[in-house]
């Protein structure tokens, strides 16, 4: 029997695949020189369907940004859940599947990130539309942390959302100081990273 797609269904793919081609054009051409008409080709549908989905070209690339964002927390989280603590090993771990996603378009989801950065600076009124989405994706990081560390009997150092705020301003820099100098620069933040948290 054939399965019956639900309206949300269809909705949730299509987004999707609105997002897959946004990822893959902002890689291509950077968040500037993107258009909308170039998303759209590349997905199959019409511009009318992205603005089903999103209001501006800003917030489909904070959508891009807050998936790849997930599927790093994702990969995160499955390196802890079988944790009992942070030691050495977990912490290789974690600088390993840091490594290792970075290699999938990481120093370019970096770029990108601080391109979005300066069009940020530069453009205040798109700033202030968007100040509510960012704040949204560093609440979602840091109630992982806090989940996580609660869960290993733990305690953050700092605010957690403090915590989250460092995390989203510098990983970018560290895939792309790894990526163009050719040094590891993973382990020795995720030690730094780790200095905010105390531990049984």
């Known amino acids: 029997m054939v399965e019956r797609w639900t309206r949300e269904r269809r909705l949730e793919h299509t987004r999707s695949l609105l997002l897959d081609a946004a990822e893959t054009v902002f890689g291509e051409k950077g968040f500037t020189a993107a258009t909308l008409d170039d998303i759209a080709y590349v997905a199959g549908y019409t511009k009318g369907a992205i603005y089903k989905h999103f209001a501006t070209k800003e917030e489909l690339f904070l959508a891009v940004s807050d998936r790849y964002w997930r599927r790093y927390f994702e990969n995160f989280a499955e390196v802890m859940s079988a944790a009992k603590q942070v ?71 700092i605010p957690p959302l403090t915590l989250a705020q460092v995390l989203i301003a510098t990983s970018d820099a560290i895939v792309l100081g790894s990526e163009l100098d050719d040094v590891d620069l993973y382990r020795p933040i995720v030690d730094m990273y780790v200095s905010a948290i105390k531990l049984p």
């Open 87 to 157: 030691g050495a090993r977990e912490r290789d771990d974690i600088a390993q599947r840091w490594r290792e996603l970075s290699r999938d378009r990481g120093a370019e989801h970096a770029a990108l990130g601080h391109e979005f950065t300066l069009y940020l600076l530069r453009n205040p009124d798109a700033r202030e539309r968007l100040a509510a989405k960012r704040t949204e994706v560093a609440e979602a990081l840091a109630k992982f942390i806090v989940e996580g560390i609660d869960r290993l009997g733990g305690t953050v150092l």
